[in-house]
């Protein structure tokens, strides 16, 4: 039984995935959902952007959390049923961990299976009394209600990573609807929030010199080669990352180097040279812009904390 029903939601994955990439390819500018860079390769290429010289995000989130990490535990209390969507390899939430007083529970939350299970078994590794529960879900869409443990005391859903920049902003509301939903009635939603800054810094960002982002990027038409019998020459495309002053957003593109025709799923679709596809949109929120949003949400905007270098925001908000 359990295995007909893993692979009946394999199908229906792939299944989902072929459609919205055969959507996003037939669509002006074509697009496609950056929530499929993260198969298992691209979850360590993303890994490996973090360590990167010109990657400020990470570094600028884990300093300030390691600053402020206690103060946001003493605002949680006791006994928090801590939930992360996109946790990825959970890195900075241990910081937090380490600091929170006698968390119930600790849910990650993410959409790239694999790579969850063995971050969640490190994780239970390096904190062995932590409860440790992995979903694997899409956090665009919503999900299933999942109870509280009978001790905790509040739900905690904690968002870093800036991955709220990658929703168009009217998407980000509802997105912030749904979390204020899933933390509950006297939760708290802590998000992380890259904030506008010089261009040259936030383009660097997302196109280093060590061509690791081009990877990650790339990554994408790799991953529908192999599991959509897709013929892309990867290397015919090109990776751009320009900053949209006036969008205050990356557009992170993967471009035609020539007149190309590409197979995916049985259906072939024409490329001409300099044609864009756009892989994802990296948004940048000002303080007070960020609050609004929360605020339309439903959520009680509350403390805000930056790094010493004010490049990013980490939002306190009451559900
Ligand atoms: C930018 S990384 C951030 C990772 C980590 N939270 C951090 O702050 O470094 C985004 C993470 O969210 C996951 N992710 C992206 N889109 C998702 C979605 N729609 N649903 C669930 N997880 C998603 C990715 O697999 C990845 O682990």
């Known amino acids: 039984m359990r295995g007909s029903e893993s692979i009946s939601s394999f199908d229906h994955e792939r299944s989902r995935f072929e459609q919205d990439v055969l959507r996003g390819l037939a669509t002006w500018p074509r697009s496609l959902p950056c929530k499929y860079f993260y198969d298992e390769r691209g979850s360590r290429l993303f890994d490996r952007i973090t360590t990167l ?133 006297g939760g708290v939603v802590i998000v992380g929030v890259d904030l506008p800054k010089d261009a040259a810094v936030i383009e660097a960002a997302y196109d280093d010199a060590q061509g690791v982002t081009a990877a990650f990027n790339r990554n994408l038409l790799v991953r529908i080669n192999r599991e959509l019998d897709g013929d892309f020459d990867v290397d015919a495309f090109a990776h751009r990352a320009p900053w949209d002053a006036a969008r205050r957003r990356v557009e992170m593109q993967l471009v035609s180097t020539r007149a190309q025709s590409v197979r995916v799923a049985g259906r072939r679709f024409a490329f001409a040279e300099d044609e864009v596809i756009v892989t994802e949109h990296c948004y940048k929120h000002g303080i007070e812009d960020f609050r609004a949003m929360a605020r339309a949400a439903g959520l009680g905007a509350g403390p805000v904390w930056t790094d010493s270098e004010v490049r990013v925001s980490l939002h306190w908000l009451d559900a």
């Open 53 to 185: 010289a010109e990657y400020y995000p990470t570094r600028a989130e884990t300093s300030l959390l390691q600053e402020h990490a206690r103060e946001i535990a003493t605002r949680l209390g006791r006994a928090v049923d801590l939930v992360e969507l996109g946790s990825g390899s959970s890195a900075k939430t241990r910081i937090l961990l380490d600091a929170l007083i006698a968390p119930a529970r600790y849910v990650p939350i993410d959409i790239s299976a694999k790579y969850l299970a063995e971050s969640a078994r490190r994780l239970s590794a390096s904190y062995p009394s932590l409860r440790v529960e992995p979903r694997v879900a899409d956090y665009a869409r919503p999900m299933t209600p999942f109870a509280m443990p009978r001790v905790a005391t509040r739900r905690a859903v904690f968002f870093p990573g800036s991955s709220i920049g990658n929703f168009e902003p009217d998407e980000a509301i509802v997105f912030l609807d749904r979390a204020r939903q899933i933390a509950g009635r």
